[in-house]
């Protein structure tokens, strides 16, 4: 560790501790010399001054929060001393954002090898993708997932198994004694596939579709249409079981307005016109079966980065989010977006404080009051029911250092880099303009993945500082870990390390550029991420009730 504390900005009157500091210990910054006045611990943050009650906390060079109780300089920042608050924001009156974009002549020629469709956009995967309708047809979806993953070779054996089978061994014997292989054991998957360019079949189950409102079966209509667009879906199987909400016309009208001239193979069934199950089931497998074929006709190629839509998500946010990992995705973001692609950063709860800085880098007026109309709505639903965005951050955030929302909101907004702002998405709006875009969805994690591949992201990139295993069925979730205790402890869970950041072995950009590398492999399907291995396909469709 070369640095143990940071000031991230000119403005803040709070340092960031970078490892434990002890009571009594003297920190030394450019501008003074500050004794500790209690033990902090690592990713928490101490006073650089003398606050008085009601004075404003300030980090990342703006309002974060504001102390409740006079603090000494020195002082640990905690719970019991400050509140969330946030500078209060405006539409801005400037007519230009001035941008450096990053130097991309190193990046101009690099490709990925991905999968181009008919209507130019590029996939960095090879799906097939089964859905239902409504939540009635779950069982069916789960009866088709067992049969075509373990007929095609896409089937994994469960290592849970043979440590049941161990543990149930034991009990019949000796159950004084303990069975001596009570681990599991990792099995490798099935490699003989029949599909050789078919990077796997995937299926979706939801609880949405009927019995909710006709808006949540809009949404939900709208959300499945997205995924079936997506440039990483070959084709789709849909699954209706005929009276529910969600009509199929429904779903064909929301696809009409993606595909246009260009559809995709779709072929849908209404369980109520198919006569017994078994007619049914056997039925949908016949004609999947022909639409795989032609999904295995697709190939890879090379293409530029400008055909890279990168989703922009945290969870399991901490102190160093904001320091390492964020940034980091920043840089790649910024980078993307200065070749010609695109990034799209999602969770407007955690945006909550760092409304300013994003209007302003808005292109256009109408673009910055889109993105005002949003979240005022979405914090005036929040209200009425008793809640609230400040409300957002988890026990887990707040244990290791984000102790308001305007904090965690802060650090999270680094995910979108410094790039202007080309365009902002309603929940299931699909990007259509280039560059970084604003995606409007709740800060819960699979919600917040759910949304951006819905909305086209063909990679997702996903920053962790205390671990999470989701994923997504369609769409590679790339976790970065924020710190290096994290990456060794859930190494089997962790794609790519940022705490080089935070021991001040790598500068943001260069650990940026190093996450851009590896990006392209797994674009490419040299490499596969931990969440695809360990098959957590999490979809989970927002209902647009309040959800933080």
Known sequence: MKNKTL?????????????????????KDSKNTIQIQSDITAKHKYA?????????????????GEATQPIQAGGAITLANIRHKTRDYRASSKTTYNWSPPKTDYWKNKTFQGYLRADDQVGTANYWLVLPLVFCENTNIKLLQEAFENALGFAKINPYEQQIRNLISGMTHDSSQKSAETVAVEIPENVNRVFKNLDGIRFLTHNGGCGGTRNDSETLC?????????PNVAGATVLSLGCQNAEVKIL????????????????????QQEGTTDEYISKVIAETCEGLKIANKSTRSAQPISKLVIGLECGGSDG????????????????VVSL????????FPELCGAEQNLIDRCKTPEIAQKFIRLMEEYDAAAHRVGSGFDMNPSPGNIKDGLLTDAIKSCGAAKKGGTAPISGVLDYTEYLEVPGLNLLCTPGNDVESTT????????????????GTPTGNPICPVVKVATNDILTKRMADIIDFNAGSIISGDQTI????????????KIASGEEMVKADQKKNFDFIPWKRGVSL
């Open 252 to 271: 064909e009208a929301k696809l009409q307005r993606l595909q246009k001239s260009n559809p995709k193979p779709v072929i849908i069934f209404d369980q």
């Open 340 to 347: 010609g692609g695109s990034a799209i950063l999602s969770e």
């Open 451 to 466: 949304g951006l591949a819905g909305s086209g992201a063909n990679i997702i990139l996903f920053t962790t500082g205390l």
């Open 48 to 64: 650089l001054k003398n606050f008085t009650v009601g004075e404003d906390i300030h980090m990342y060079g703006t309002i974060v």
């Open 7 to 27: 000031v991230l900005h000119p403005e803040d009157n709070v340092g960031v501790a970078l490892t434990g500091l002890s009571k009594g210990e003297l920190i």
């Open 222 to 230: 709208a959300l499945l249409a997205g995924y079936i667009h997506h």
């Open 509 to 520: 950009a260069q650990c940026g550029n190093d996450l851009l590398e590896f990006i392209l």
């Open 320 to 335: 160093f989010s904001g320091i390492s990992a964020n940034p980091a995705l920043g840089r790649v973001s910024d980078l």
